[in-house]
């Protein structure tokens, strides 16, 4: 479980940044504070 969530977490960080790249930086952050929340944390907060 713990492999899936950091999977979820490097796509969604991917993805915020390369919104940012695209000038979308409203849903860029959003989506890496998601992935952040999902990533380390997300294993405590899942389990």
């Given at each position: 479980?713990e492999t899936?969530?950091?999977?979820?977490?490097?796509?969604?960080?991917i993805?915020?940044?390369?919104?940012?790249?695209r000038g979308?930086?409203?849903?860029?952050?959003?989506?890496?504070v998601?992935?952040?929340?999902?990533g380390?944390?997300?294993?405590?907060?899942?389990?």
């Amino acid at each position: 479980m713990e492999t899936v969530l950091w999977v979820i977490a490097v796509i969604l960080v991917i993805s915020g940044i390369v919104s940012l790249v695209r000038g979308a930086i409203l849903m860029g952050a959003l989506l890496i504070v998601a992935g952040l929340l999902v990533g380390p944390g997300g294993v405590s907060i899942l389990t």
